[in-house]
């Protein structure tokens, strides 16, 4: 059974960092996964932030593009999002998205970014 567990979130002021990490179990083939994280922030619906695919293709949303970065550790079944100069648009619960033969989700992790 696939699992994604994500870590990292948190609170932060506006400008400030954090990275979160999404662990995958119960997956031979990580490799060869699409990976994701997604955003649903108050009040909007669930939207997508970062994806990375099996060949490496990175696509982000323009609202953090030069800002985030995802990444994966496909020895260790780990996908991140590095987030810099945060903003309180920021803000909301971001899950971890695994596209494979079937979709996964994560619980998800708050980001807050407030004054």
């Known amino acids: 059974q696939v699992q994604l567990v994500e870590t990292g979130g948190g609170e ?16 031979s083939d990580f490799n060869r996964c699409t990976m994701a994280w997604y955003r ?12 990375i695919t099996l060949e490496g293709y990175l696509d982000y949303d323009d609202n953090v593009r030069g800002r985030f970065t ?12 590095e987030m810099n100069d945060l903003k309180p648009e920021d803000t909301g619960m ?8 079937a979709d996964y989700w ?5 980001v807050t970014v407030s004054s």
Do not use: F, M, T
Not at 40 to 51: D, I, N, S, T, Y
Not at 94 to 101: A, E, G, H, I, K
């Open 70 to 81: 995802i990444a994966r550790d496909n020895p260790n079944k780990i996908v991140y999002l």
């Open 106 to 110: 994560g619980q998800g992790a708050q």
């Open 12 to 27: 932060v002021r506006p400008g400030g960092s954090l990275r979160l990490s999404c662990e995958a179990s119960g997956i």
């Open 40 to 51: 649903r922030a108050p009040g909007r619906q669930r939207e997508l932030v970062a994806r």
């Open 94 to 101: 971001y899950s971890c998205y695994l596209q494979r033969v």
